[in-house]
């Protein structure tokens, strides 16, 4: 059986032989143009004279496309139609597209686009989230969750603190950038090739900006080299881009943005800040709360609403919440419009609760652990969130008890705190931090998929399904599960592009939910041809279906063995259809947009993360020094994949905590849109010793493709260990009972800054 096996992902040796076929090495045809955008360089003003005349005569330049030469919708926002595909007379972020150049060579592009002579009227910028909130510039009307009565209990709180939680963004930083291909046809037909999460949505978007219809466009993926949630919406800006050159030159064009234009140009995690209010008691057990979340949209709404409602729904993280209110704020910015990224607003709404219970422990002189411990959900009491939802498969409990034993996260502490008096310059920190992410779209509507499975008539197995590779491996995952209902083995079953003409009206891979949306949908196709081939043999060979058995490539009928090869032969001659699709709706879900309340998630994913951290109190920089990680992914489908996933999500994580710094200048320019100004996390940032374990004998309760669990998100939150651990290592330079002043990321800089709070602001 191939599922449950610790298989290599199925591109692992094209990926690093370089024969794995991304966009960009899909051989183009000869007449292929290569396109590059021209962007603004100013945060916010009217565009007075666009002068493109030295960028139509540049060396090898064919045409320009701008505003004017879109024949549909010049759109490519997917919720809310506010993003311009090119901005027109008013320019909102500095990066934003105001035409694109199509030239012979990809170069001749990029220099080209360069040139353009546009004079603005420049309008005041907003340009971060404090600007904003002081403004009320917001993009959609704040949302509430309420339950209790958390003013009331607040006031009569044994104890209370107020505080305030800063956050970064981060860029998805994917290998890939952004890239797509569009190969004109017939008829007034588009084929794109998009590196992007939602085929479904890039075809809708092509199809609105060429004027035409869904049908006559295909898009087409067969993986992403990385996307993180960086290509579920903002994949459509190039795409459309290059579909419109391609409608204008009736020439096939490939639009690719180096990495600097992909850093200016799309959209990031959104940074938020927090203010809280919270009663506690003397155990640090939380009474009442409130919180006022506040993100950084950007100019346009994009998946902004989601996001922010994740984040609305995720202050709990695994914690009881008597009386609490929850504000959340989506700010209108003149920056870049903000978009998903792997935990989408979850982790940054369960920072802001971290860093709440960090204080109570603070203020009460008590471990961060036991008062983690004791907000911890109950098992048959203090289970409902204060959306409504009961927490039903809770084992966080199970999960913290055991990575507390085998990390001895206690004795550890002692022994960490008898170091630190004994070094003056280098202290180090240590904590345990729990995650409990909702599994399921936050919107409902996107929770189904569809999947097409072909059998040939020599026994192979042609899989098709709405999910995207981005290098999670998903797909390896339903090829496992299609394997396993054939009875075939894994190498009789190939797994081709994602394709909107093959399998239609696709969600975004994305939420986590990949494999549990389209493993289920491919289950069902294969396991309708299954049953179809049992009818024909049960028929034929006067044996009750039951008698039918398909294992290992072997198909049994009663005492007959038969390869599944044969069978099938012998069911094409008999005119049995050989493919099916299949489809899913996740069941159970609900929400009650007026109420704010519902059963918005499937289920739950839990973890726990212990992290080790040694800063240096001279120049502030941090070393993760160990990590103990404990994670549950249900009965996992390859636990090889999940491990990768959960290595690399906390890495990810560590990497928006610690050093990922976006940073913007005055006038609103992106100033590191580099490698060289932006720091994600090396190999060498990976800790000595780490102890990554998936949860044991884990099976999750709700009926999920083979008891599975989701894994693509909820490691990452796992990082939020790390960033305490600073906190620790922080406190214990600073004399006992101080304040912790260090907003995220705790790059060098900040940790300096929190451990010297009283020095001269340098970095300001
Ligand atoms: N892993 C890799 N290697 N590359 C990625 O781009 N994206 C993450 C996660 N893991 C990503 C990844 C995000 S944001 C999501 S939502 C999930 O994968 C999506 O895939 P899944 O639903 O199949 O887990
Ligand atoms: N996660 C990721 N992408 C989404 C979601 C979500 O919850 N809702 C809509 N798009
Ligand atoms: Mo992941 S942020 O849901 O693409």
Not at 225 to 232: I, M, N, P, R, V
């Amino acid at each position: 059986m191939s599922v449950g096996r610790a298989l290599p992902h199925d591109s692992a040796e094209l990926h690093v032989s370089g024969e794995a076929l991304y966009c960009d090495d899909i051989p183009a045809p000869a007449s292929t143009l290569h396109a590059a955008f021209g962007i603004s360089t100013i945060a916010h003003g009217r565009v007075r004279d666009l002068d493109l005349s030295l960028v139509a005569n540049a060396p090898g330049v064919v045409t320009i496309a701008t505003p004017a030469d879109i024949p549909g919708e010049n759109n490519y926002g997917s919720v809310v139609h506010d993003d311009p595909i090119f901005a027109e007379a008013l320019v909102q972020y500095a990066g934003q597209p105001l035409f694109a150049v199509a030239a012979t060579t990809y170069r001749a592009a990029r220099k080209a686009a360069s040139l353009a002579r546009v004079q603005y009227e420049e309008l005041p910028a907003i340009l971060d989230v404090r600007s904003a909130l002081a403004a009320e510039s917001y993009l959609m009307p704040s949302e509430r969750i309420v339950r209790g009565k958390p003013h009331e209990v607040l006031a009569t709180a044994p104890h209370r603190r107020r505080g305030s939680v800063t956050m970064g963004g981060q860029d998805h930083f994917y290998l890939e950038g952004q890239v797509a291909l569009a190969l004109p046809q017939e008829g007034g037909g588009m084929l794109v090739h998009s590196s992007t999460q939602h085929p479904t949505e890039v075809q809708g978007i092509v199809a609105h900006a060429l004027g035409t219809s869904a049908h006559a466009v295909s898009v087409q993926c067969r993986r992403m080299g990385g996307a993180f949630g960086g290509k579920e919406s903002q994949a459509a800006l190039i795409a459309a881009a290059a579909a419109v050159i391609a409608r204008k030159t009736a020439r096939p064009v490939k639009l690719r943005l180096d990495r600097d234009a992909d850093m200016l140009i799309t959209g990031k995690r959104h940074d938020f800040v927090a203010d809280f209010d919270v009663g506690f008691d003397e155990r640090g057990r939380i009474v009442a709360l409130t919180v006022m979340l506040a993100s950084r949209c950007g100019y346009s709404a994009d998946l902004s609403a989601a996001v922010n409602g994740r984040a609305l729904t995720h202050v709990d993280n695994a914690y009881f919440l008597e009386h609490v209110e929850v504000i959340s704020h989506r700010c209108k910015t003149h920056t870049v419009s903000n978009t998903a990224f792997r935990g989408f607003g979850g982790p940054q709404a369960m920072v802001v609760i971290e860093q709440v219970i960090d204080e109570i422990a603070r203020a009460l002189s008590l471990d961060p652990l036991d008062v983690r411990r004791a907000n911890f959900y109950g098992v048959g009491e203090r289970d409902t969130t204060y959306y409504g939802q009961k927490v039903e498969d809770n084992i966080i409990h199970d999960i913290a008890d055991r990575l507390e034993g085998t990390s001895r996260y206690r004795q550890r502490r002692k022994e960490i705190a008898e170091w630190n008096a004994a070094s003056p310059v280098i202290k180090r920190g240590i904590a345990l931090t729990p995650v409990k992410f909702g599994i399921s779209f936050t919107a409902t509507q996107f929770n189904q998929a569809g999947a097409l499975v072909n059998v040939y008539a020599d026994g192979t197995v042609l899989l098709n399904h709405g999910g995207t590779e981005m290098g999670q491996g998903l797909h390896i995952k339903v090829a496992q599960v299609v394997a396993t209902e054939l009875g075939v083995p894994l190498s009789a079953v190939r797994i081709s592009a994602t394709d909107t003409s093959k399998v239609p009206n696709t969600s975004a891979t994305a939420a986590s939910s990949g494999s549990d949306l389209n493993g289920m949908a491919a289950q069902a196709a294969a396991r309708t041809i299954r049953l179809r081939l049992v009818d024909y043999l049960s028929e034929t060979y006067h044996v009750a279906p039951g008698e039918v058995e398909f294992a290992d490539g072997v198909v049994t009928v009663g005492a007959r063995h038969m390869s599944f090869r044969e069978v099938v032969a012998a069911a094409y001659l008999s005119r049995i259809s050989l493919s099916s699709t299949g489809y899913y709706r996740t069941p159970k879900i609900f929400w009650d947009k007026a109420a704010m309340t519902g059963r918005p998630f499937f289920y739950f994913a839990y973890g726990a993360a212990v992290s080790e951290v040694a800063i240096d109190t001279l120049t502030g920089e941090t070393q993760l020094l160990r990590v103990d990680i404990l994670h549950d992914v249900g009965s996992s489908l390859n636990p090889a994949v999940d491990l990768g996933q959960v290595e690399g999500g906390f890495l990810q994580g560590v990497g928006w905590l610690t050093s990922e710094e976006l940073y913007w200048n005055a006038r609103g320019q992106m100033c590191t849109h580099a490698p060289s100004t932006y720091k994600i996390p090396a190999a060498s940032d990976w800790p000595e010793l780490a102890n990554v374990a998936l949860l044991e004998r884990a099976r999750n309760r709700e009926d999920t493709i083979y008891r599975s669990k989701a894994v693509g998100e909820p490691p990452l939150m796992l990082a939020i260990s790390t960033l305490h651990a600073i906190r620790e290592a922080c406190a214990a330079a600073l004399p006992a009972g101080s304040a912790i002043d260090l907003p995220a990321p705790a790059t060098p800089e900040t940790v300096l800054r929190a451990i010297t709070p009283l020095a001269p602001r340098v970095f300001a």
